[in-house]
Structure formats: C-alpha cells, structure tokens
C-alpha cells in the first residue's frame, strides 16, 4: 500500500504536512506537527463534537485542545532542531496501512555530533480515546546526556481565541499526569492523561506553570545504544460520559492504566489490525500508469475515514475534518453528497448514524423554518453539536469599509435541505432499510417537503422558488435555480413515494405535495441545449476567465472585481447544473449532458474544491475519457499537489469524498438503478485495471474492473441483482461479462 | 553613555534580552523580541492599567495586546530567519541615551547572496502613544524582490489566555491600519493603528484573517541600494479617553495623521531629546574599575523610568514594570519600598503620583479590612487597576495533591500597610509638600494607624501583632515579627505627629495610638545582640544552607523540604531584620547592626530578589566595603548576569530600585535626617567616583564623591541644609569638604 511521503525538511510545507499527515480515528484528529516547536508551526489536536464560543457573539468552533505532542529535546546541552546544525537525512512517511506516522532523522548537532531520531505516533483505530507516541535516538559520536521536556500545553488557542478553562493538572501516583479543562461556554469537560515508559534508568520530575503542565526526562545516552521514551496517551470528554456514565477525569486514568503497560508497540499493532481490517473491505486498487492515482485514491479513503466520528451520532464530519480549523469544524452540505456516499457504500451502517445526525437536530431545523416564516424543517448551513444556525451572521469584516456584510449563505443557500432528503433516498435504495426510512427517513422526508412547499411562492400560475443561492456561491439571490428546483421537486416526490409506501396518511401534506410537483418550475433546456442556472444566468454578461483558472481555487477574481460584479456576470465558482447532472444521470439526454458540461466548465472557475472531481463524473458519464481523467487528476491536486499552502486550515473534506466517487460514480460508474447495482465502466486509458468491494443491500461484493472485463463476486451476504452495461444478472457467486 | 549590548544570537536568551531591552514610556512596554518569529519566543506588548480576567475565577492580569512588531521577511523568495543561512554578524544595542533598539545583521541567504538588515525601534517618550520602527534592508550581491508581510496581530495571548475580542479591523483610507479590541471582562477599549512608508515604488495589499490584519509589501531591491520601510504605530485606549474625551479609534488616527509625515528620524529625535533631558537630571556617573557597574546603574534607571506611569495615578509599577507577565503586572509593596525612592529623589511629583494611586484605592482598602474584621485601611497585598485585593485567593495547583493552598500573602502578609505609610512620611520629609500631607497624607496614615491598632492583640498587658508573614516569605503565620513591629509602631508615630502638627481633633484615635506606641512589643537584641525575627525564630533548628545559596533565586530549596518543613526551620528567603535595619537607620546601635547583618545573612538564601541590594546598603553603612560591594555585583547579576533564564517573564523592578537605592543610600549613603540632606559616604574601593542629582525640597543638587572629597553644588531653588559626615551647612552654592 502507497504512503504519504515527505522526504524534505521544507518550513514552507509545514502546515499543510501537518493537515494531510493527521492520524486521527474520527473521535480525535491530530495534526502532523513535529515534536520539536517551529516558529508558525499550528499545533492542533480535536475531538469530534467538541466546539465552543469563544464569546457570546462568536460562532461555535472546533476546539483547539491542548497538545500533547510537543517535545523540547536537548543532546548534550543542545536544542534538537532541523533548522540548526545540519539534517543529513530526512524522511516522513504517513501509513495508511497501519495508521502511523514515522519520521526519521539524522542530525548532526551544531557540534558536530550525530543523532538518529526516530518520532512514531498513532491515533489507535481499536480504543478511540488512546494515543501513542514513541521517540528513539541513538547518539552515534559520542557518550552524552539527553533532556527531554513534553507533557500537556494548554496554551494552545484557535489562532488567538481561547476556548478552555484549565480546571486542575495533576500528577498521579507520580507517574501518570492529568490535565481537565472546561470549554467556556459550552461546558464540556475534557480529560487529558499521559504516562511514560523510558528505556533504562531515568530521571523524571514534572511541573506546572502557565497553562502548561510538563515531565522533564533526564537519561544519559551511550553511543550506539537506543533510548527509547513512550507516551501513552488518553482523550476522555464529558460527551463520552454521556455514554460510559465514568467521569473523564476517572475514564482516562483507568484506561491508561491498563494499556500503558503493553507499551508502544504491542498498542500500535492491535491498532494497525483494525485499519488492516478496515483496508480489506474498503480498498480500491488501481493499476494505473500514474503511481500517484493509487496514493491519491488511498489518501482520500484514509482521511474519510479518520474525519468520520462513526462512533457517535451526535456528530458529523466538518468541512475540514478534524485536520484543521478551517471553516470552524462546521458541518455543511459536504457531509451528505460528498463524503456519506463512501459510508453508504463500504459500511452502510456509518451513513445511517450521518443521517441519525440530521434527524436528532430536526427540531433545531423546524425551529429555524418558522423563524425565517416557513413550515417545515430548514436544516442550519452550517451546523455544530446543537444543530442550530451556526453559520456566522456576519461575514469578516470588510476592512476597507469598516463593515461586516451579512452571510447569505444561512438566509438563503437552502438546497441543503433537499440535499439531505436526496441522500436519506439513496440511503434507503442502498440498503432496503425499512426501519430506518419507517420512522427516520419518512419524517425527514416529510418536514423537508413542508419546507419546499411552504417555500415556493405561486406566480403566473406557476411555483417558483425564488431568491436563493445554489451550490455556486458566486451567483446570488437568484429565482428558479436550476439545481434547487429539481432537487426540491424530487424532494417532495420522494416524500410522496414513502408515504404511500409506508401507508402515511397526511392528506393535507399529500394533496399540496402533488399540487406543487404538478406546478413547480423546473427550468428546461433551451434551444441551444443549455439548462439556465437560474432565471437571469444566462443573459449575463460572460467574460475570459482564463486568468482565474490558472490560479483555480485562490478565488483570485474577487481581488478584480466585487462580489456585487461577479454576480452581475456568468462566472461560477463550480457549476449548479453540472452538479444537477450528476446526481440525477437519467434525467436528461446525452447531448443534454455534453453541451452543459462544455458550456458551464467554460464559465466556471473551479473556486469551489468540489468542482472538479463532479466534472469529471459526468464527464466520464459522458464517455469523454480524457477529460475525465484530466479533471480527476486536478480533483486529486487539490490537497496532494504542490501549492504549499493550500491545505493549512485543513484538507478538502468534501474534495476527498469526490474523489473517491469519481473513481466508483464515475470510472466504474456505479448507481443503483431499479433496485439493481449497476455498473457502466468508464475507466480512463491511463488505468487497466480498478478493483473495490461495494456493499449493496448488506451483501458484500468485489468488482474488478479491466478495459476488457468485468468481473463481480459475492464475498457475502444473499443473492443481489445487478446490471452491467445495460444487461440485468442475479449475482449468486461471481458474474464475469467481456467489455469489448 | 553605556549600552545594553546583545552580540550573539544565542536562542537560550530570547526570553531574557526580550525583557531586558523593552523599549517603553511608563504608558506601554515592548518587549525585544525579535521582528521575524522563532519558536519559543514570547512576544508582549503592554500598557499600564490595561488589566482584564481571562475567566471569573482567575486574577486580573496585565493583557498582552496585539503584536504590531513581527513581519514575515522574504528576499529572493527566502525567508529571513537567523535559524537558516549563515550570520555574518550580529549585534543588538538598546541605547539608553536615545531610548532606541536597535539591530544590525549580515545575513546571508541559503542561497549564498548577502543582505545586511538593520531594525531600529522605539517608544516616543514624549508622546507616549507612539511607536516607531524601521526596517533597512541592503542587498549586497544581487538585484532581487523582497517581500514583507506585517500588521496587527491580535493572536497573541498571556501564555493561552485571551484577554481580547477582535471588535473591528479597518484599512482607513488606504493607507492607516487599525485593530480594535476590547477585554472580555474589564470593558476597556484599545486601539492599534499603524501606516507605512517604504523607499521607492511598492506594492501594499491588506488582508484579514483568523485575529491578524496583515499588510504585504512587495519591492525591487537594487543592488547595493538600501530599501527602507518605516512603520509609525499609534496606541490609544478607553482610559486615555476618560482624559482626552476623544474615542481611542479617532484617537489614534489624528495622531498618526500628525505624525507619519515626520518619519522615523525625525520622530525618534523628538523622543532622544525627552531622553537627554531625562539623563541629564537623573544620570548617576560612576567611575569604577568595573565598567559593567555603570552599565548596572544606567540600566537600572532606564528600567525604573519605563515601568513607570507616570502620566496617570490611576496606575501604579508591576512587580516587572511593562516588561513581562510575571506577577500578572500586579503592585506590591516593591513600588513604595523600592521604585518610588528614585522617583522621590529625582522627580518626587512622580513620586506623589504614585502615593496619590493607594489614596485613590483608599475605600477598597477599608473595605478589605473590614472583611477580614479590622479597622482602617489593609491595603491589598497584590493591586491593579481597581484597588481591589488581586492576589489569587489559591496558589497554582500543587501537582502531586492536586490541591490548590490557599494563599497566605493577601491573609497576613500586613506589612504593606506601614510600608504605605513609611512612604508618605519619606515624602514629606523630602518635599514638605503640606498640601498633600494634610489631605492624602494624613488620611493614608490615619487609616493604617486604625489598622493596626485594631490588628494588634493584649497579651500579658503588652500588645502583640499576630499570625504575619514579614517580608520573608519563607516563614509563614508567626507572632510579633520584628519587621511589622517597628513599622507598625513607625505607622502610628507619625500618624499622631502629622495629626498634631495640622491640629486634627480626632480625640479617640490620639488616645487609642498612644496607648498602642505604649503597649505595643517591639522585640528588642538578645544576649547575642540579635533582633529575633519573630517569637520562635531563633529557636528553630539551622541547617547548611551553602549549596541553596550557590543557585540562589533559584528557591531550589523547596525541591528539597516542604513549605511547611521550610517554615519550621532558621531559613530566610530575605532577612526582615536587615530589612529593619536598612529603614531605621539611626534605631539601632553599630555593633547590634554587624551582628545580625551576619547573623542573618548567614541564614538567608537571597531566593528573593528584593534581598541583595539592601545587604548592600545595610553592609556600606556598616562600613564593610568589601562585603557591600560584593552584594552590590551579586544584585546587578539578577537581571544582567550569565542566567539564561533569568527574567523570561520580565525585569525584576524592585531589584532594580534597589540598586540605585544601594548606590544613593549605601554608598553616598543619602538620607534625610533632621531636615537635612545626610550624606556619609562609603563608596567601594572599586570606585574612584560618584556623581549624582538629586533633588531635596525642590533644590536640585549636584553631588560629587570621590575618596578625598565631597562636593555638593546647588544647581536651582532655594539654599537647603546638608549635613556631609556629621557636619552641618546650609548648601548656597557649592560646599566641598575633604572626607580625609
């Protein structure tokens, strides 16, 4: 299996290492900061469902806990850095196999001395609240001492706000030290507890001061002979207690004490048996003549599945993961299309408790429908752990100005309410889940419904749903948005569907249902085969945008021209139409399909990270292989490739998730169609060979997939009936059709 | 005039020379640290009575407001870090002439190209809300770019605690930024704005993000052709506006507007010539041997001038000045005790100012005394902006308990009160300022009289002070401490004189003060001669304190006893009798003096820094010129000397005090005795000279004193009496007299 690599010390590369190089097990992420402090270095460590207001009239964020992973190493009286003396090798490796990463050092000390260093660390898949960490050096020259300073720093901010309280620090026994802090607002309690384990006899004293709670480790160093010093590591919050019913406090001591005798390795290789596990049933291989695809494609599932707090519906996934602060930890619409696509089909289960997530906050979602003077539930754009509005109502200020505008995307950005529906049917198609759709899905359905119908204003004897902001967040306030419109319609279509199914008897809500699927406006293609984004979009002016392509993703054009002239022109930021064909493929003809995705990707900057791996679906869709392939490479740069500063808040959460989905929605193109899997293979001429396990309907499949076969085997699980290119099989045990 | 010199960039002693080379006003303080970042490096700017508690439950503290020195400096797309490339040379110098930090370095780059950087900054002392800096760059060996990138950065915190809210970041036509910020709990207002000037065309674009206002400037850098940029800060806050009754935003605009057409030169001049004034009334001129001992002095009294506010008496000096956040920028007695005598000597309107602060909290201080069930006034023993008692009711958590003791100064440590008192008497007896002695004046001493006389207890007819802590901390709750003792008597004594010269009627307190001086114990030398510290001291076992006294300040002993064993033994932290002996000179005959000099300077581990310095002065009245000497070099070393880590948190101002205290009150040996000036020399065999101001009921004087000789010239006011070893004159013009 590929791994990520860094094979240079490069200060400039810092932040962005530290967000793609995270381990994490979706409970707590843990940014790849070295050991050793860098200036502009940002520590991070989050636990998922842990936000706070730094003050009243802040939004909820993603706590910045305090680290744990900082060491002040000294060698014979000499501070261990890469930026002094001389590093004469270097290498980072991030494995996705086993979850650790390993970096490995030789450095020789301004005095010439050398040292071997080797820093390992994991999050631990199999115990969510265990960290380990191991560092080894070996003095090469010389008999010397070594001095080491680490323990918990609370210090740590969200760049400058300061979300906890330190409540006590503590040593226990003499060997274990604690730390319990307190968010300030929402009140969470977070219990931090750490323990060492050192090769040979040593000195250890600890202390207190500043926020920062440190074990000072004195050792002399023979040359050639290993030290080695384990720091074991627990997380316990008072959300966990919700459930164990153990206070933190008590949860991190009682666990530390029973794994900090196994030690590093032994914890490491239990943990590195659950992502061995978790890789059988979730790898995609690809043969491809660029290496980098394999990584690329093994990245993206290995950061999905560390962002993904499966162990508690009460959470979701934040636009960033728990990599980063980016976008505050909030959770958007990215959750459902872009990243519960991967769960639906590896672990179905993991997309139910998405969803469970979305219906433990409806009443948050009503609440906020009658407050903007609708029915219904209208889910928060941004949500945290209350599933109420967190989107800020005001944007940063705009400094020359002196002004904060008002964030529209909260008043009006309201496909995410469809988006949801539309995901809580795909659920259902995928797994038959009656249970849930019964009593979840069903009511999901229902409130989202209101919603549109109560949305929808009648005009010309027409329904229009007016003056709202599709996924292309460089057009506002717009009526009849293309994507909107037929998102909510199926919406309620679909809601329609379930209640007759399941034998729903609201009258009133049927009957205005198909009142407004008889008459809400679904914009058509016109005669040049193009489907209006929105009502006015297509009599705007356009301008070359080529310049901003360039430098996609910077949202350089906003340094040009105002927010008020982007609008005023047909520039995207990523396309509401193509975003439509995706996700509703039998919809609209073939040339349909190919004139908007020319006409929209001429128009569109791709600003948006969850543009181009969209593109490159439908236009694998679309059979246009080298397209496809090239935006699915540029999807894949968009947190790997070379800008040193693209990833610092975080990685692309959702971008990842598309990528992932261009690879099964597009290449293989899978879908389910009729109640069948069906497969209609596209794969990019660079690839000969693309092999994944699907999970459809509970039963465990594996594709593999050549240009001139396809072969579908049962791993478990009853019969299913599935479709390739069009023909209809009932899998049993392995179905193999030619492609040629 | 002497320099503070830094020649080496030694990463061990970023901390220490970041405190030591603040550049201030008395209105804000700007630690050293360095323009480009380094980990590890704490940044502070801080201004005088900008307190705020970061939560409910902790002490106010000393906010460290946001960064306006750093910049990100790239030159042919490197960036300037001393870390990286080579350093050619290096040299820091804080010119205390001219108030100016200033620091030159060649570089050269990674990429083997040479640029000599110069950075020059200070804080105009004579209109304190103004910052300057300038940055001068010269490419040595090839026309390249260089970019910088530098704002306001509101990041920054007091070690992890956020004392700001980010109200407003503003471009202000163009050309002006501008931070507003406001404390979360103390409501105060602060505004930062800044403007740039740079050499040249260039290229300035302004961004906000996460709490940073940044400006990036980009420029050609010709060859050999110096690139200079210059950035005028402005610093405004609401309690300015109390005064000026203008708003701290508009504020700081208009005086930026005034002053960013000057420049840096011509603004730093303005502010040199506030300095050359400052020197030229206040320089003490040494010749010695030892050069470093006019550095001591000159950097002793920059230290005390910078940390003083004198522009407001709503503040008072923080036990590091502005310099650090070590005591959270708390008042304790060291201001009285140790900083205003300079003050009162040199410019006694400061020193008014600075008792006109404890008049000004005189109700919280009644207030805490009738809490704690006493009369008067208990002046709180740790006091900021409110005059509220700040001392944190709980120690820092004791780690191995984790429990937090309660903290026994703001309990018992009584002896501020007096120390309060003993100033004012000071005052008046230097500026026979009846003005402020019939109102301010006599009401501080009337209520610490009340004070005490309601604090001390009958017992076998005699009054007793119980259950105090002395100025030595490291003997807790004991009885009749001969320090509170004397003081306390000192208290009431001057209180009923003052009363009587202004003829105040207050019967009953007259009554209960001179039955206190009648009653009250005063311990008296025993067989041996010594003054017992207090009722059990002298019968408390000893042990060999020499290996604690070698890393004295350390308090290294408490890694090896317990406070309470600490208590229960004859060790001082600082000896109160000498403490005793130094304020009542003239109380105790010569051979009691030697005695308990060595007596309890054998017990004492100097672990406090307020202790050497008046060794000194108790040791050169003595006549024991080696020993005072000594203790003299040992005081400078506090901040001065090889210690890495000495004042990471900032300069320790009483020992700064203490120092000019040692030089005028030890060696000049300088009192007021019978409304005389006293001097009675006992200069070092190291020092062939001493000159010095000082100024005595409004005359300014000048004295000169060498071995031989003694001159004192009136230089303006009135003709005063002096006395010169025992002999009287009255000083008309000049009185020279051989000390042979």
């Known amino acids: 299996m590929k791994k990520l690599e860094e094979n240079e010390f490069d200060l400039r590369y810092i932040n962005k290492f530290a967000s793609l190089m995270t381990i994490g097990n979706g409970y707590c992420g843990l940014r790849a900061t070295h050991e050793e402090n860098y200036a502009d270095q940002t520590r991070g460590m989050y636990v998922a469902g842990i936000y706070n207001k730094a003050t009243v009239n802040e939004p909820s964020e993603l706590v910045n ?38 970096r490995e050092i030789l450095w020789k000390s301004n005095s010439g001395a050398r040292y071997r260093f080797t820093f390992q660390r994991f999050a631990a898949k199999n115990d969510l609240h265990v960290l380990g960490t191991k560092l080894t050096v070996i003095s090469l020259d010389k008999k010397t001492q070594i001095k080491i300073v680490t323990g918990i720093n609370a210090q740590q901010t969200n760049f400058g706000r300061q979300h906890l309280i330190e409540e006590k620090v503590r040593v226990i026994e003499g060997d274990l030290i604690q730390g319990i802090y307190k968010t300030t ?27 920062q709670l440190l074990s000072t480790i004195k050792q002399d160093l023979l040359t050639g002979t290993p030290f080695t010093l384990e720091k074991i590591g627990t997380i316990y919050t008072s959300l966990d207690a919700d459930i164990m019913g153990k206070s933190p406090e008590v949860a991190g001591v009682v666990a530390l004490r029973k794994y900090s005798l196994d030690g590093y390795d032994a914890l ?14 979730n790898r995609i291989k690809i043969t491809s003549t660029k290496d980098f695809d394999q990584l690329a494609v093994d990245f993206s599932i290995y950061q999905i599945e560390i962002m993904t707090p499966a162990h508690d519906e009460r959470f979701s996934v934040g636009a960033k993961g728990l ?23 590896t672990d179905p289960e993991k997309a139910r408790k998405l969803l469970r997530y979305r219906y433990l906050k409806l009443e948050h979602a009503k609440a906020k429908a009658a407050a903007n003077g609708f029915e219904g539930a209208l889910f928060p754009w941004e949500s945290a752990l209350t599933g109420e509005e967190e989107t800020p109502e005001f944007a940063a200020i705009n400094i020359k100005t002196g002004k904060r505008q008002k964030v529209a995307s909260a008043i009006a950005e309201h496909h995410i309410v469809a988006d949801i529906a539309y995901t809580v049917v795909e659920y259902y198609q995928n797994t038959l889940d009656d249970a849930f759709m019964r009593k979840e899905g069903l009511e999901l359905l229902k409130e989202t419904s209101r919603f549109w119908i109560s949305r929808a204003v009648e005009e010309k004897g027409q329904l229009f749903i007016k003056d709202v902001i599709g996924p292309d967040e460089y057009t506002e306030h717009v009526d009849n948005n293309a994507f909107t419109n037929y998102m909510a319609w199926y919406n309620v279509e679909q809601a329609l569907y379930f209640m007759d199914k399941y034998g729903d008897s609201d009258r009133v809500l049927l009957e205005r249902g198909q009142e407004f699927l008889m008459r809400l406006y679904l914009p058509k293609a016109n005669d040049h085969k193009i489907i209006p984004q929105d009502d006015t979009f297509l009599s705007k002016p356009e301008i070359d945008l080529s310049c ?47 004139e908007n995705l020319d006409y929209y990707e001429e128009h569109t900057i791709h600003d948006s990270s969850l543009s181009k791996a969209i593109h490159a679906i439908v236009a694998a869709r679309a059979g246009e292989k080298a397209k496809s392939y090239k935006f699915f490479r540029e999807a894949s740069l968009i947190d790997l490739g070379p800008n040193p500063s693209s990833s610092d808040e975080g990685v692309h959460a959702a971008s990842l998730g598309a990528i992932w989905m261009a690879t099964m929605f597009g290449f293989a193109n899978v879908s389910i169609k009729d109640h069948r899997l069906s497969l209609k293979p596209n794969m990019p001429s660079e690839w000969t ?21 396809a072969v579908i085997t049962k791993v478990a699980g009853d019969d299913v009936p599935i479709e390739l290119n069009g023909a209809e099989y009932l899998l049993t045990n392995k179905v193999e059709v030619s492609l040629q």
Not at 268 to 281: D, G, H, P, Y
Not at 323 to 344: C, S
Not at 689 to 709: C, M, Q, Y
Request: include cysteine; glycine fraction near 8%; aromatic fraction near 12%.
């Open 65 to 102: 806990l305090p680290d744990m992973i900082g060491m002040h190493i000294e060698v014979d009286g000499e501070t261990f850095s890469l930026q002094t003396g001389e590093v004469l090798s270097y290498s980072r490796q991030l494995n996705f196999e086993t979850g650790e990463l390993n």
């Open 185 to 211: 607002e929402s009140g969470h309690t977070i219990a931090l507890t750490a323990c060492f384990t050192c090769s040979g006899e040593n000195d250890i004293s600890h202390s207190a001061k500043n926020r």
């Open 268 to 281: 490491l290789e239990k943990s590195a048996e659950s992502w061995a596990q978790f890789w059988k049933q």
């Open 323 to 345: 990599t980063g602060e980016g976008y505050k930890g909030h959770v958007f619409w990215d959750t459902e299309m872009f990243i519960l696509p991967f769960h639906l089909f």
């Open 548 to 594: 901003y392509k360039e430098s996609q993703g910077s949202q350089g054009i906003l340094m040009d021209y105002s927010r008020q002239e982007v609008n005023e022109m047909q520039i995207l930021k990523q396309a509401d139409v193509v975003m439509l064909l995706y996700l509703f493929p039998d919809q609209f003809p073939s040339d349909v399909v190919s």
């Open 689 to 709: 060979e693309l092999a994944f396990p699907v999970i459809f309907r509970g039963s465990r499949l594996h594709i593999n997939l050549t240009h001139d076969k």
